[in-house]
């Protein structure tokens, strides 16, 4: 049956077979074709692999024309599968997505899957709908209309809207030597530390750490950047609020000073951390105070 397809492994492959078959994790299927490769290469007849390997003839025969044919990669890889076609089209997903988007029939707190499901049938032409496609279809869309996430939404207003223009359009200029632009941010960070050491990564094994870990309370990482479109900046960590408030005006003075003896003037300074604004900065009209939100 498999006369004409005849395995000749080279000894590099040999290595990288006998090295993918001793260590790390592997498909089944992976891991079969490829003793079956050795076996084929080593002179075995192909009613012992398939016996030795517990698959089909036909299974034996596939994977050695697939490397005669083919090369190694494509030997171990899976086949193309035609499978079956899409059950929702293009414009029945774009339905979907805006139906997961939009609020839940009335005395329901979310869309589950099954009532996205039958809001598509009655939406559509389609009899039924399985729950899976319509699962497979959020998946691909990065959708997941079950989960909430606490976000600080912007009161938008007129103020608001200039204020934000002003920094955008500050941000759209080229730099300018002479008018350095300074920009400022803070972020609230956990401090933990390990319970149990970590076992070192080795070959086939990465780095693993315990789930258990021990709170060493909190700090502000305070960042300051020149230039931020340049990426040029540093950072700080302070214990508290009023530490930070202190970093903050250290650093602030500080870059402008830099500014001031770069350029001989005064710089531009931006925080981005919104609701308030920064002083005005002498050689600057109006931009000094702005902030996004």
Not at 9 to 24: K, N, P, V, Y
Not at 163 to 171: N, Q
């Amino acid at each position: 049956m498999n006369v004409r397809y005849r395995v000749e492994l080279t000894q590099s492959e040999r290595h990288e077979l006998a090295a993918f078959l001793s260590g790390g994790q592997h498909a089944a299927r992976k891991l079969k074709r490829a003793q079956i490769l050795l076996a084929a290469d080593a002179g075995v007849g192909d009613d012992e692999i398939a016996a030795s390997v517990r698959v089909g003839g036909s299974t034996v025969y596939r994977i050695k024309r697939r490397f005669v044919e083919g090369s190694l990669e494509r030997a171990l890889s899976e086949e193309r599968r035609a499978g079956a076609e899409r059950k929702l089209t293009g414009k029945e997903e774009a339905l979907l997505v805006a139906t997961a988007c939009s609020r839940p029939p009335a005395g329901r707190a979310r869309w589950t899957l099954e009532l996205l499901a039958d809001e598509m049938v009655k939406l559509t032409a389609h009899e039924s709908l399985s729950r899976e496609t319509v699962r497979r279809r959020l998946v691909e869309n990065d959708l997941k209309p079950w989960r909430k996430k606490m976000w600080c939404i912007p009161q938008v207003d007129a103020e608001y809207v200039a204020r934000m223009e002003d920094v955008l359009d500050l941000y759209a200029e080229e730099p300018d030597p002479q008018r350095p632009v300074i920009c400022f941010d803070e972020s609230p960070i956990q401090l933990i530390g390990e319970v149990r050491r970590p076992i070192p990564a080795e070959p086939g094994q990465i780095e693993r750490y315990d789930c258990e870990y021990r709170r060493n309370g909190t700090a502000n990482l305070f960042v300051s950047r020149r230039e931020p479109l340049l990426a040029q900046g540093k950072g700080h960590r302070a214990p508290h609020r009023a530490g930070l408030r202190c970093l903050h005006a250290r650093d602030h003075r500080h870059l402008l000073s830099q500014g001031r003896a770069h350029s001989g003037g005064a710089g531009q300074s931006v925080d981005p951390c919104g609701r308030r604004a920064l002083p005005d900065l002498p050689g600057r009209s109006g931009a000094a105070d702005a902030a996004p939100a």
